[in-house]
């Protein structure tokens, strides 16, 4: 049966605000406003590349919603499921975010209290919609954003689960939203109904306190919790300003584990959201071959390794030019400087 | 007896977003990051004119507080008087401003809840201070902005009263804060205490059900609560980019109204601000000239007529600025196009 | 019968390209990049003040195009009826536009031949398009491109007529396109399929050689064409920076024409479009109301009015500020300064 | 027989720093850069309008010399009688200018002292400069600039006068660079020499002691140093925004006064070099109509009028445009409100 | 006998449109505005060190042609054989460049058919220019563009040849504009035309059909068609933001080859136009010293090099510059960190 | 006995202009306008860290002067120390700096003579001055400057030295202000008064023709003036974009020379006033600990290499920036990418 969204995910859409370039914080005149979010920026990602996506979340009834509906748009994902807030007390949540240069790390600021993303609720939609996308996609921010966006995010992916939708979880542990404890006992009581599972190994290792190496780490979690998929980036950065960029996937029906040689040497514009972006080849590949990890494997590291490439959260790569990058990232001969 | 300041004022700062010109929140990629809040914009526009100035208020500890600290030092204002928020909900308030052109409105979204001006604290300054400056400032805004503000501010206004110092207060009615009710319950409560009042002419007769003539009003609420300046400014909207600026005080010693020619036809560039300036030149006037209400009106005119035509809150004019175009104002002869 | 779309337009989409403030086309670093086009300004305003609407184009499937798709969408019209040209002489027309001040006039330079719009094509549409809609709106200007955009528009027109759908049209006589003679020709072919029709008084005047006044005018167009409403803006250009927008419609099936007070003195800041945000709130009058022509004229005024104030070829006012304009040009009584 | 040159200039070229729209010069994080300087501002206006032109002037020899260089080139002037200076103690002037906007003046802070200007020298350039060009023209600044400035500039116009160059002259009255007597005194000197004499009626009365209306002073110079045609502008400011602009020049052949309706409300974006503008225009007019007075009137009416509506100092105008304005100017039918 | 210009060379310029920094073609509010074209770009970096060069061009005569030309006048080379076509369907070409960051390659959008360069035509220009300067420099782009620029510009070699002037050619292959075979036959019928040849190792080898190393390779071009230069520049990309560059030149009179040290780890800005900052380098060095190749070699290296840190097609550097990079290249003991 | 500051430093200040990014300075429409000067980035540097700081210069009363006071504030620095030139041919000081990007080296224009520093006079301040403060700090370009600046510092200096300030001088060598032998001479005047001494190894060897190793010519400065701290940095320039950082410090009371890894590959946004910002974070270690060189060697370290990833000559890291940037040089561990 055909679905109307490849791709639904939910959660909380920040308003961005960055200075110019390496200026800081706290200087200057200017800031660049720019949208983001962990789970927006995972279904612009699907969506550039060719497949149907929405997100689910709320957004204050006044200009600066209006603002983050139209960029949403424009990214090219649908508006369908986005709920308003018209309180009096409304309010966009906010990042200023600063780039860093060796020996100066990058710098976030949050100022995302007290938002409507709190008061999105599931009695705004209808139960059609937990049966429309093969795969809904959340991440842990929505759990430790408070107890409301939990339950809601909770009941939410219990909904879709109940329609045969794929869940697709990304753990994106947050130290200054919750302790590592909370996020363990919240998490775990959802891996259960989680099908592809994406976290780090330091967050295997520190939030949920797995031992031995990532392989043995990723298996777990796929045994424990009968996942399909498990996977895992591999960042080093050299400075802010280079970054290596790879991951690891596990395919727990075939039990093989996905690899090839990262990418070096990026060049690093804006590192923000790469994770998200590498989310989206991942579900990407495994949307459009029928869950061939390999594929998704490619994807994934392409598509991660080009955001950093990109300013602002969002990624902005066509298939056409993820195609292109993972073509050259496997060729040995000659290359072509430049495309035109 | 020499004080270190001529004029102590307290307010919340807040962080000011606009697009650029005539572009509009919800579109385009730059906001111009600037500060503002009445009471700094009072501060501002006395230390310009060349009087020692500071400002109680609260900021967060982080680099947006920072950047307020630096432009507030920046502006003239000193910076002994600022506390910082250091818990983990600290935030700085924010307001979205985009210009009008007839026949589309000017614009203001806000961001202020939770800020943390709301846990300014008396218990952070000593009791020197209160003797510290000749005049003592502050407006409705923080009275309306929550009861904590507001108990924090009728206090200080009664500590500074006792040490002898001049209490000026703009009740500067917002109706997105309180409604006229509380605000007049309010403000009636501290009138006794205060000796130069601005209050415009449709808040007199609207919030505090004043009758008559301006005239009549401004003298009502000088004999009722033994005031010594009322002050009244009068603005004539002809479009967004095109206002006439003038104002009545009264002295209610001499039993005088002073008034003068209206400033027409001002080239309005951002109208944020121009009220507080006009408070910044009466305070001026009658801290520079020992209360020659005939001086604060005309200083109060020409530093509200000519920030009209400057960007953002603050004004930005010298004492020489004024003074000139205090001259042309009064002149009749021919005027010099350019200064140079 | 439910339709998905309130409003189809077809027409080409243009990059415009134009200097900072009063800067000229022939100095300077920078040029500001926006899309327009007056088949894309109509529908985008029909669809901020909340109906659905799309377009059919044809764009050149490489970045240029990308960014056009993006930002229509951005702009709240649908993407579902444009096609995309692979050819490898496919191209995006250009304009570029600089502000006038007195006695400088605004300037245009179109590069707008070869453009993928001539190979669009209805062969890629399915039938059902052309009951998908309530109204179906074009201009002058697709006639006037070259045979094959107006045999293709022409063809629409009737698929569209023929599913019942409302044919809106506009003159939009552009001399630089083709001559009086070859306008007068064609859409005098087109008007027995037209129930909207737009025209200033100059062009039916000049182009269609009526004679009279502009009522007399205006209701031999309805009557030789069996046209419902027949619309007609009044502009007065006092310089390039201040004009009055108004206008006059007259329905035909209740013989009435309707007209308001001008909008007076409106501070232009770009010109370009308010002429298609006038039809956009005429149009949303009409769909709104069951094609209540007071009703029309009065969003369409406004709408046109405030379109002045806009920086870009596309309109950006939602309902509220629509209905607020027309509220504040019918009060007699105290406006606010601000809105906030 | 042929000249090489219809117009060469000799001044001082200055970097000019602007902060944006309406700015201050003591705030915000950028200056634009342009260049500009009475003389140069009059033969790029001629150049612009089809003559050949060149400016003698001396640059530093760096990176800002270069620029300027550059910049002149741009501007459609010969850099072929630049010369350069490589002291160690070379420098370029500059000068700092903000908009004004009612009641605030446009303002202007100069930093052009010791700079290389004053080492201009006659021993750099061959004799046959002398008598390649139909029109010497030079201003009142380069005599008041200091005396070896003087001296060299009193030095050219002789040598250009002794080839049968047409020698013009502006007085330009700068009062912070010289006394009222010191320019009468010294521009009285080379009065005898000069064929085209520009000066306002203020300067007129001011500085050379004339009495009785404009025309009566103007034809008293024209008798008294046989000067064949004195010309003098009448600006009306209405607001920083908003002028007049027309002139007077009086042939003295003929004895005839030219004169027409000024342009009337013309929207002010940059004021500096519209009366050197206007000079442009009167040059171009004689030289293009072997000195047909009413032609020269109407040329500088519309070069200086509409230079008011051009950011930076340097005209921006076409002979196709100054002639479209001119024909509006004179035209009383309708006029199309855009060139496209 | 001395000419007039040292280099004439033949092209089509374009406008060249760039988002900022690592912005995309498709996203972003703005273009710089630029222009470049390989022709323009070795006449403008020839200029720049100091000799006297044009540019046979055709431009549209609208405000973008005068754009293009004021920019050509800024960068140092003369309009004197720019014509200018003013047919309805003028057009200048355009093309979009957006830089790359390692995996992202830089992008090129080009929009450069129906342009007037087309139009370009003999007829136009004096006998007298062929011999006019030392000498003629094009590249296979205009041979590529169209039957009509084909011819014209072998025309225009051969008749500079007849002069005696020297013929200077750069392959410039373009894939998008011709195929291989095509510019083979063509480029081989000019070669016995050509005294200064630039051909990269891998045009020599996959258009040229040439066999063996570079040496050999440059050596058979050189013998085959009595070449008295023949110049291979040798690039090595490690990244879009790290390049080497070096170069081979033969010297066939001497059959000398000469090469240095690369230039490594080259900060690359903007990497368009340094192949052409090369010839103009070569060419330099060729006319300064009567020939001298090893001289050529490291003016051509040197400007080459430094070009990629240049914004924009279009070189900046003077001889002083490129002077002290040669000696700084080639010295081996402590270095300078700034020049000041 | 508490001092009101803990450092006061003597100096120039200057306006400086930089273009955008790569951009050149005598290319493009912008300037970046900013201030600085040795002895201002020194004040800063330890005023961000959190001690109070001051500044004795002189600025020209003018909107310049007015912009630098303010930012003066707005680092951080006392502007009590400032006096004003109201003299005709008053000016600030300019230098224009633009970026390097190998093989093209950063760039200076100075145009610095004849600015007001010239009139700094000691009989503007009060003789309490010489008291207020824990350290002095001046440098080098003071004592080049010119006579009056050199006698004035010189006897600055002895007063501050009389009152039991700690001197602390830099030697700051600049080949375009003085000979070596000139700076020689006047420096070993003062050194006899000093007591923390910054001079880098070239200077050591080549002005003061000092011999051996570097810590053998330190040692000689201490003994042979009795100087406390003698500290030198040492920089290896990779290229523009990539320099190490680090320094050594003798501690002449406990013969100890301190040292550490220096900080490799800084990613180099801009390197002027690194070496300024390494003595603030110097003198801030000193004041901080009561005289530890290890501490200070660390922060010096620290602040000189995260100034070069600061745009503009100020520093802007706060304490904990600092710390948290040694924490991190110093740990072996892993970690944080980011701070959040």
């Not at 939609?125 to 959340?138: D, G, K």
């Not at 990026?266 to 998200?276: L, T």
């Not at 990890?293 to 994934?300: L, P």
Request: net charge negative; glycine share 8%.
């Amino acid at each position: 049966m055909k679905k109307n969204f490849d791709l639904l995910t939910m959660g909380e859409i920040l308003l961005r605000l960055s200075p110019s370039n390496n200026e800081r914080i706290d200087r200057g005149d200017i800031f660049y406003k720019q949208v983001g979010g962990a789970e927006l920026n995972v279904a612009s990602g699907v969506s550039l590349l060719g497949l149907r996506t929405g997100i689910l979340s709320k957004l204050p009834e006044n200009s600066l919603g209006r603002y983050v509906k139209n960029r949403i748009r424009f990214c090219g994902v649908s508006d369908d499921y986005l709920t308003y807030d018209n309180d009096d007390d409304k309010r966009l949540g906010i990042y200023y975010y600063e780039n860093g240069a060796y020996p100066r790390k990058p710098n976030v600021v949050y100022d995302r209290s007290h938002t409507s993303i709190h008061k999105l609720d599931l009695a705004d939609y209808l139960p059609e919609m937990y049966a429309s996308t093969r795969i809904f996609h959340t991440t842990g921010i929505m759990l430790a954003l408070g107890s409301q966006a939990r339950s809601t995010t909770i009941e939410a992916i219990k909904r879709f689960k109940e329609q045969g939708t794929l869940i697709s979880f990304d753990v994106n542990f947050r130290g200054n939203l919750w302790t590592g404890e909370e996020a363990k006992e919240t998490i775990e009581e959802i891996l259960p109904l989680v099908d592809i599972f994406f976290c780090s190994e330091d967050t295997a290792r520190l939030t949920f306190k797995k031992e031995g190496d990532l392989a043995k780490m990723m298996k777990e979690f796929a045994l424990e919790y009968n996942i399909s998929v498990v996977a895992s980036t591999q960042r080093i950065v050299h400075s802010p300003k280079v970054h290596d960029f790879g991951s690891v996937i596990y395919d727990s029906k075939k039990d093989i584990y996905y690899e090839e040689e990262p990418y070096q040497n990026i060049d690093v514009v804006d590192r923000i959201g790469s994770g998200d972006a590498y989310i989206s080849g991942v579900l990407y590949g495994l949307l459009a071959t029928d869950m061939d990890c390999k594929v998704a494997m490619q994807f994934g590291n392409a598509t991660g390794a080009v955001k950093n490439t990109i300013p602002g959260d969002l990624p902005s790569s066509t298939l056409e030019e993820i195609e292109r990058i993972i073509r050259e990232h496997q060729s040995t001969g000659p290359k072509l400087e430049m495309d035109r």
